[in-house]
């Protein structure tokens, strides 16, 4: 770069594309709709702005990667902002979508080739990352089963079905078994063998997860760049419970307060806060002094379901989901369906034999309902605890764990919410007096939008790219 043109990159790249006083700004938009990482929309807004520099200081039409067309046609919506950003390349950059005229492909490879030589002469090597793949859940790789295999195991109906089917050879096979052991050795059989189970479902499962999980974040560089919001949703899977975090360390920073006044907690401006804060405090922040009357119970619901909290639970069920649909996992799920269709079969065998040969049944069908509602439970909260403990684990030695709740989180400790749980009781939330405006302002999408023209439609409609024009 000559003088002139590292001037005007460092322009264009400390170009804020955000504001402080929007709650629904230009990234939060960008991660929410697309379901993109904090850290992956950063470096996708960042590849567009080199994308866009390169625009200005070439003569012959560029052409973006699918992920940095994503951030220009939403850049184009944000009227006011675009033009002030031409107006700072010094080009008015157009937006030429592909139509797919005779010779279109050869100008388009063409810009391709040309991009790609103008991105090594200025930045040297590429994101591959945001370059190459066509979304944030496509570099998510993950080793994959065979689909049908996969569906099967989704479908509780058919996991039934076959268990049915596979019960009348199991009968045959367990009755000589059987015959031989009375009623009182059985139910202690039966027990112990239940506990066994329990410890060896433990172990499988724990390995799965913990192979699904190592995999998953040693193959993707961006799991291991997750901010500790999107770390705590992963592993709670509780927008509430992360709201709860934001409000009490509001509490104990003492930018919210239990007022003496109607029982209400208050927002104390007894610091200064700026524009670098925590963005998720500052939500709860500006919503209790939008709606001073909520209960701190209706607002914690009401702030969950903002685009900023929303768009870490999008990219935390992507995660599970891609965890929950690997080889490892798959194949951990295929050995605890086998060990509890072994015990079940040896319990139901027992009760099918019993009925044929009209034995009392009732202590055997009270032990069975119960084992099957311990079952039940285990895994709906063990299988949950697993996933959450594993995840921490491995992410663990990539994490700043300076941040006191993520900290507690990965150790496992208690965590107490004294001051919000006080106001939980009862309270409700009011704006103290004398309230000065450093808090982030709301705005929803139409807000967001209106500094756009009519032709904000027309350009998020674009399905492909051919590239970018002159002036």
């Known amino acids: ?31 929410y709709e697309n379901n993109w990482s904090i850290k992956f929309t950063e470096d996708a807004i960042l590849e567009y702005k080199k994308f866009m520099f390169l625009a200005a200081v070439s003569k012959k039409m ?38 797919g005229r005779v010779g279109e492909q050869e100008n388009l490879a063409n810009a391709v ?63 000589p078994i059987l015959l031989m052991i009375d009623n009182p050795g059985f139910v202690t059989i039966t027990l112990f063998a239940f506990l066994g189970l329990i410890g060896i479902l433990d172990i499988v499962i724990g390995y799965s997860v913990k192979k699904a999980f190592e995999e998953l974040i040693f193959k993707n560089p961006y799991l291991r760049k997750l901010t500790k919001e999107e770390i705590i949703e992963v592993a709670e899977q509780s927008l509430h419970k992360l709201v709860l975090y934001k409000c009490n360390d509001l509490f104990d920073k003492s930018f919210l307060k239990v007022s003496d006044e109607d029982d209400k907690a208050a927002v104390s401006l007894k610091k200064t806060r700026t524009e670098e804060e925590d963005v998720y405090e500052n939500a709860v922040l500006n919503y209790i002094e939008r709606f001073p009357d909520d ?39 295929i050995y605890a369906l086998i060990l509890l269709f072994v015990f079940y079969s040896f319990i139901f065998s027992r009760l099918i034999i019993g009925f044929l040969r009209q034995k009392p049944l009732s202590v055997l069908m009270i032990v069975t309902i119960a084992l099957l509602v311990i079952s039940y439970w285990y895994f709906s909260t063990v299988y949950q605890r697993k996933l959450k403990r594993k995840f921490l684990s491995e992410i663990n030695s990539y994490i700043d764990t300076k ?20 106001v939980l009781l009862g309270n409700q939330l009011s704006k103290a007096k004398g309230s000065s405006n450093w808090f982030f302002g709301d705005s929803s999408c139409t807000t967001s939008c209106s500094s756009s023209c009519s032709s904000c439609s027309s350009c998020s409609s674009c399905s492909s790219c051919g590239g970018c024009g002159g002036d």
């Not at 973006?64 to 080009?91: A, R």
């Open 62 to 99: 560029v052409s973006p990667s699918h992920i940095i067309d994503i951030v220009w046609h939403l850049h184009l919506t944000f009227s006011e902002s675009y033009q002030q950003f031409c107006d700072l390349l010094g080009k008015n950059i157009k937006h030429i979508p592909s139509t």
């Open 113 to 175: 080739s040309f991009t790609a030589d103008k991105y090594e002469k200025y930045f040297k090597t590429k994101n591959e990352v945001i370059w190459t793949t066509q979304s944030f859940e496509d570099n998510i790789q993950i080793n994959k089963v065979d689909e049908r295999l996969n569906n099967i195991i989704d479908d509780k109906s058919k996991l039934l079905l076959i268990g049915l089917v596979l019960l009348i050879p199991a009968v045959m096979l367990w009755k």
């Open 403 to 422: 941040d006191d709740y993520l900290r507690k989180i990965i150790n496992n400790e208690h965590i107490i919410l004294v001051g919000t749980l006080t």
């Open 1 to 31: 770069m000559n003088k002139e043109e590292k001037l005007l990159w460092e322009n264009v790249r400390d170009f804020k594309l955000d504001h402080p006083e929007e709650d629904y700004g230009f990234s939060i938009k960008l991660s």
């Open 295 to 333: 209960s701190l119970r209706v607002a914690i619901n009401e702030i969950k379901n903002k685009s900023l909290f929303k768009r870490l639970s999008n990219v935390a069920d992507l995660i599970i989901d891609k965890v929950l649909h690997s080889k490892e996992l798959i194949q951990g799920k």
